[in-house]
Every structure is written in C-alpha cells, then in structure tokens.
C-alpha cells in the first residue's frame, strides 16, 4: 500500500470529515439522539469505511464488520423508538379507560367494570339496567330506545330484559364509533367491546351532557328491569 503525503482534495475533504465528526460527538448527548439520526451516523460509517477499504484487501478485511455494526445499532435505536412510541399509546390509552370509568361514574354508573385488553379494545360491564341506562344517555334517538322491543327481536331486541338492553347499547354506541358491540355474559350482565377510539368519544359525549341520576333515568325503563337489578 503507498501513500501520498501531498496536499490533495482528499485530505482536505478528510478533514472536514474529522471536523464534522467532532463538532457531532461534542454537541450530542444520549437523550437527543433520534433513529433518524442514528441512521444517518451509521451510513456515514459505512461511506467511510468502504472509502478506507479501497485501500487494499487487507484493510477490506478490517473494515467487514463496519456494515454490520452500522446496521445492528440502526435496528437497536428503530425499536427503541417503536418501544417509547408503544408506550405513549398504552399510557393514553390508559388515560382513555379512566375518563371513560370517570364519565361513567358521574352519571351514577359506579358498579361499571372498564378494562383495557391490549392495545385495540375496551370492555365495559354492567348489570342490564345500568346497560339500559348507558343506551339512553348515549343514543341520540331516545324516542327509539324509551321502547323495549322493536318487533320481530331483530340483533336481540325484544329476546328478553339483559338483550334488548344489550341491543339498545350496541345501537348507542355505533353511534359514536365503528367496531362496537354488546352482548350478554352468562350471568346476565351487559359486555360492551369499543375500540380505544370510541371509548373516547362516549367518555366525551356523557362529559358534554348534564348528569342525570340514574335513578330517575331507570325509571319507566319497563317490565323486567326491577327483576334483573336484584339478583
């Protein structure tokens, strides 16, 4: 391998290099490193490394392991990101489930269950009459749900108590979201499924609204509800 020691492009170009580099580990701390940052170091280590290794085959030889380096410190720095990302969802999502648990406590609906299952559902529980509540407070057409049945028992209306309150709220809440259902669980009680996004919605909807008791809203909710309430 010969050397020049001549002043040329490359030394100067070397140089700026040097320069840059520097100015870049001095400015750089590890809490301001972006994967779109790391990237772009890691590709100039490769740019400069395949420039050293046309120096001859030994220094190829050398310098193998610098691609490879590059790219596994790439592939750490994208799912450190894709993790602090996945983990402000959790945390809204949480924030998600408690406004939702909030809005409905504020209507008196304080036996409801919420729970976040993964990242895409949550779940709310409740008895049938707080069901039947939940429908009344969130459908805009309440003249359609003040009925107990609609006829034919289409989607569970009109099957009994626990099912036409679960078809009263899926019916409520596709009114705020897409992906929403309700259906009755074994021991009579009311399961709704939202999407994350729904979930927001109905928390905003029964926060927008004056709190009725729910009490007074039960009343008049027809035949059968006393009976389900006191299991």
Sequence with gaps: MKLTTGPGGVEALAEEAVVAACTLADA??????SAGAVENVAATLEVLAGALAQLDPECAEILSVVPAAAAA??????????????????????????????AL?????????????????????????EAQTLAVLLDRRRDALTRQARPGGEDGWGAGPAETAAAALADALRT?????????????????GLTPQTAQAV??????????????????LGPGFRGIASR
């Excluded at 750089?28 to 490193?33: F, G, L, N, R, V």
């Excluded at 993790?83 to 489930?97: C, D, K, L, N």
């Excluded at 992906?179 to 009311?190: D, I, K, N």
């Excluded at 029964?206 to 009343?219: D, E, I, N």
Aim: proline residues 3%; positive net charge; hydrophobic residues 40%.
């Design 203 to 220: 928390a905003g909807a029964l926060t927008a609204r004056p709190g009725a008791a729910s009490q007074s809203t039960r009343r008049g």
């Design 28 to 33: 750089a701390d590890p809490s301001q490193w």
């Design 105 to 129: 406590a504020a209507h008196g609906l304080t036996q409801a269950r919420v729970h976040q299952l993964g990242a895409a559902l949550v779940t709310v529980t409740l008895d049938a009459p």
């Design 176 to 192: 705020h979201g897409t992906g929403a259902y309700a259906r009755v669980l074994a021991s009579g009680q009311v399961s709704a």
């Design 73 to 102: 410190v790439v592939e750490r720095a994208e799912q450190a990101a894709a993790g602090a990302s996945e983990s402000a969802r959790g945390r809204a999502t949480t924030g998600t489930s408690a406004a939702l648990r909030q």
